[in-house]
């Protein structure tokens, strides 16, 4: 397909990599390209399922990060089976429009980076938030994603091999408005 070798990037990486328009209709055609939103576009059966989303947000926007229920299932602190990709974009940020698939979130860009790994799929580099900012997040935004869930998630990471609460405190200190109420929900855990 030209030089393009990502497994997802939009209609002006095309452009860019000498793919007219035209190409890349034919190519949706023949099924050989698959369109998640205006303008984005994946390779189908390149990517792991669960990554796409992820993928094609990440053609349009460098910083997009998986966060929230979709890195807990990422990470196995979770058993929940997302409907849409949770989806975090720096605060100010413009969601893209068109993606059926995805939950975007709007995280504060002071502490957007704090947790953010880079993942290499299928040559193309994704961001997901490690499982202690994962947690943290669970546990900031309890209200909204239930208590149920933070609490689920910090004991299965807890059972884990390697796993230290220091360090969860260490990451939550960025985030104080969380920290006292992990620190109490690890002292009944432990």
Not at 103 to 115: A, L, M, N, R, V
Request: with cysteine; hydrophobic share 45%; aromatic share 6%.
């Amino acid at each position: 397909m030209g030089e393009l070798t990502v497994p997802a990037f939009t209609l002006a990486d095309a452009r860019a990599a000498g793919i007219g328009k035209d190409r890349i209709y034919d190519l949706l055609q023949r099924g050989d390209l698959e369109r998640i939103a205006r303008g984005v576009f994946v390779r189908p059966g390149v990517l792991d399922p669960s990554l796409v989303t992820l993928a094609a947000a990440t053609a349009v926007h460098q910083t997009a990060t998986l966060c929230l229920t979709s890195a807990l299932v990422h990470h196995d602190l979770s058993d929940a089976i997302p409907f849409s990709a949770d989806i975090a974009l720096p605060r100010g940020t413009r969601h893209p429009a068109g993606f059926d698939h995805a939950s975007w979130h709007s995280f504060d860009p002071e502490t957007f980076e704090i947790g953010r790994e880079l993942s290499d799929i299928g040559g193309m580099s994704v961001a997901i938030y490690s499982a202690e900012r994962t947690i943290i997040d669970s546990f900031r935004l309890m209200h909204r994603e239930g208590s149920d869930v933070a609490h689920q998630a910090l004991r299965r990471w807890l059972r884990g091999r390697g796993n230290s609460p220091a360090t969860l405190l260490r990451t939550a200190r960025s985030f104080p408005t969380v920290a006292p109420r992990l620190r109490l929900s690890l002292e009944a855990l432990l």
